[in-house]
């Protein structure tokens, strides 16, 4: 990865969105829910403050509208602080 997050952001790749649903009924790109789990791919080393806590590897649940959606590579990221995860998926 060529991106590396600074002090206390971290970098998500948001699982894809549900695109049947338990019907069969197909769901259109503009009607798609924003996803809300994501696994981590970058993590930054923190701040004197707040140490960081998550790691690469992790999968966790953001906030609807957190972090800003970057697109490298022709993939699509998210970019948000620590703050605003709001839980690590125990697997």
């Not at 206390?8 to 790109?29: Q, W």
């Not at 806590?53 to 800003?68: M, N, R, S």
Request: charged residues 30%; aromatic residues 6%.
């Amino acid at each position: 990865m060529n991106i590396k997050p600074l002090a206390d952001r971290v970098l998500i790749l948001p699982f894809p969105a549900e695109e049947v649903t338990a019907t069969g009924i197909i769901i259109p790109d503009s009607a798609k829910e924003k996803p809300l789990k994501g696994k981590v791919v970058a993590a930054g080393t923190g701040t004197k403050d707040e140490e960081m806590t998550l790691h690469e590897g992790d999968t966790v649940i953001f906030g609807k509208y957190a972090g800003t959606e970057i697109e490298f590579e022709g993939e699509k990221y998210l970019i948000m602080r620590q703050s605003d995860v709001l839980a690590v998926v125990a697997e």
